[in-house]
Every structure is written in structure tokens, then in C-alpha cells.
């Protein structure tokens, strides 16, 4: 299991392999990055016969979840010992359930679209079919997840939150989901998915490591080093600002955040940087101040010998230059500055 709060255990089902083969990408990378999303705490990969088909020779099978639109891809389940598929509530009239339950061991999870149905839906299913002989239920769509409000408790079946973002909600619901005891979240690296994106699996875990301080089974440390895989697989920049792993969310620049940092860190970082694989990087540039001076001194291990007027000078080249360039000072930059300060000479 992947995460446990108040003694409950809940799994990580990741869509990241589903959602990655859609496009045109670089084989190369992708085995180490599968093992990377086990050891940050995935559990399942969700897949369908097209992703099948093409990391079948590249990586290890295992814990795959196949979705299933036809009849015939349960014999290339139970010939490749996959175990868990996953039914479309709109496939029924063709997917045959009573049929796979005679002639196979599957277990079912069966998917709802929560937002193709009006209020108290799950009583009108619960008469139709019943849900028991499902291994689990799982919600897809945007909504508040209370899935005791979809499930009855006297119901034996688990339950599957696979949020939407298209309300910008879809971390947040995923949250919730795992707080109320849900068996199961589904989730995508960077919450890449479909349209609208999904519960980001990265976020997912620092927030209920962070925020409800909860056991999460997972090497954390490994998110940084999936960014650099993720974009060399996708071809695609991720913003250096996106939350717990772009790469410039532990920079800092103006004078009073680098007081602040240099004092107690949390004053405006949510969490250390080296939980995730990263590192504090002090930048300089229009907005520094003298505190951000002697803190690159210091970061750089150069000999902080300069008067207070000699570290104004400095402050006022970096600015200049700054501004000049329209860009932050490399640290080859500062250094070439601080070399630069004439030194009064006494005789």
C-alpha cells in the first residue's frame, strides 16, 4: 500500500503509462521511470490494449490494470497473468459480466461517470445490478467525494476516486478522498490526463505526507530525478514553477526572503526541499538586497572580507547588471563582480 491515515490503507492506481503512449515519445528512459513511480508509491498501472502493446517489451509485467472495450482482450489478460480490468458502466450491453465471471478469475473494477447521471444514481444501479459481485466501484469525474454517498456501507465492495481537473479540483478531491478512507485513488504524473488532467500523483503524496502528516510508502526523493525523465519521455518542458517539482520553487531572491530562509525556512517554504530531491538555490538579480549578498558569499564558500560599502557596491553592480541583461546573474557572474572590487590599498 501506498498511503496510510489513521490506520487505514489506501493504493495509488496511475494513469501516467496510459497517457504517455498516446502521443509519440522516447522509448528510452521508460523502464527506469516505471521504477521510479513504484518506489514513490505507485501501486497499479492503468493501461489499455494499445499501451499494452507497445511497453510490453520494454518494461517488467506487473500490477497492470487493463481496461477492457471488447470481449476478446480477456484472453490476452489471463494469458499475460493480468489480473484486475476495468469495465466501462457504458460498455455492459456488450461486456458480458456474468459471462467473465463464469469463465475467468478476474477482478472487476467497474467504471461510473459520475457526471453522466443525476442525483442518487446509485440507488437506481444498486437495483439494477449488484454491485457486490464488483471487486471495486470506481467515480470518475469532478464532484465532492463522499463515497458513502454513492456506496451504502453494507455494500462489500471498495471504491476508486478518478477526479477530473476540469475545475481545477482534481489534487484537492483526491485529497478528500483518501482523508474519508477511499480504497483506492487514481492519479497521473504532473496529472496529465485526458482533456482536463487528473489528481497529480506527486502532489497527492506531498500533501497527505505534509498537510495530514500520514504515512506515505514511497521514496520521495525520487520526484525531482521523474521530472528530468518525464520531460525526456514526453518531450514536453513542465513549467519551472509547477508545485513540488518545478525546478524553480526553492528560488529565492529578494533581501527579506533570504532573511527569512536563513532564519527559519519554513517561514516560506511548505515543505524542505530535500524531501523531493531538490535543493535551495539563492538567485540574484533586481530585487536582492545586502542579506542576499552574504548569503551567496556564504553559498559559494568565497571569504566574506568586504566592508558594508564594498557589499553595497556589489549589490549595485549585481542590480545593474540584472536589470541590463533582463535575466538573473549566473554565479560565475557575482564571482567576476566581487573579484572586480577594487580594494583600497595601505601603506
Known amino acids: 500500500m501506498s498511503i ?44 489499455d490494449e494499445k499501451t499494452f502493446n507497445i511497453v510490453r517489451p520494454l518494461i517488467r509485467l506487473e500490477n497492470f490494470i487493463l481496461r477492457i472495450d471488447r470481449m476478446d482482450q480477456l484472453e490476452t489478460c489471463k494469458s499475460n497473468k493480468i489480473e484486475y480490468i476495468i469495465v466501462r458502466e ?37 437495483k439494477d445490478m449488484d454491485l ?78 505534509v498537510i495530514m502528516g500520514a504515512q506515505v510508502n514511497g521514496e520521495l526523493c525520487l520526484l525531482s530525478e521523474m521530472r528530468d525523465q518525464y520531460e525526456k519521455i514526453t518531450y514536453i518542458k513542465l513549467p519551472n514553477n509547477k508545485p513540488v517539482i518545478g525546478r524553480d520553487i526553492f528560488k529565492y531572491e529578494s533581501g527579506v ?39 551567496k558569499l556564504k553559498e559559494l564558500g568565497m571569504d566574506n572580507n568586504y566592508s558594508t560599502l564594498e557589499i553595497v557596491k556589489i549589490l549595485d553592480m549585481v542590480k545593474s547588471k540584472s536589470i541590463r541583461n533582463k535575466m538573473e546573474l549566473s554565479d560565475n557572474d557575482f564571482i567576476d563582480i566581487c573579484n572586480g572590487i577594487m580594494r583600497p590599498q595601505y601603506v
Open 132 to 209: 457486490g459481485r464488483f471487486f471495486a466501484i470506481r467515480f470518475k469525474g469532478e464532484n465532492n467525494w463522499f463515497t458513502n454517498d454513492y456506496v451504502q456501507e453494507n455494500v462489500n465492495v471498495k471504491t476508486n476516486v478518478y477526479a477530473c481537473d476540469e475545475l481545477s479540483m482534481a489534487t484537492a478531491a483526491g485529497l478528500q478522498a483518501a482523508y474519508k478512507g477511499v480504497d483506492y485513488v487514481t492519479t497521473a504524473f504532473c496529472g496529465t490526463d485526458g482533456i482536463y488532467g487528473t489528481t497529480a500523483l506527486e502532489e497527492l503524496l506531498l500533501s497527505i505526507k
Open 257 to 295: 526572503h533570504v532573511a527569512g530562509i536563513d532564519k527559519n525556512p519554513v517561514t516560506y517554504e511548505p515543505f524542505m526541499p530535500e524531501m523531493v530531491g531538490m535543493e535551495r538555490k539563492l538567485s540574484l538579480g533586481k530585487h536582492s538586497g545586502k542579506n542576499s549578498i552574504n548569503a
Open 90 to 126: 457504458v460498455n455492459l450491453e456488450f461486456i458480458k459480466i456474468n459471462y467473465i465471471e463464469e469463465n475467468y478469475d478476474f477482478k472487476i473494477i467497474l467504471e461510473i461517470d459520475i457526471n453522466t447521471h443525476s442525483g442518487d444514481f446509485m440507488k437506481k444501479i444498486g
Open 4 to 47: 496510510v491515515i489513521a490506520g487505514k490503507e489506501s493504493f495509488i492506481i496511475d494513469r501516467t503509462l496510459i497517457n504517455i503512449t498516446q502521443k509519440s515519445f522516447n522509448k528510452s528512459g521508460l523502464s527506469q521511470f516505471c521504477e521510479n513511480l513504484k518506489k514513490v508509491g505507485v501501486d497499479f498501472f492503468e493501461i
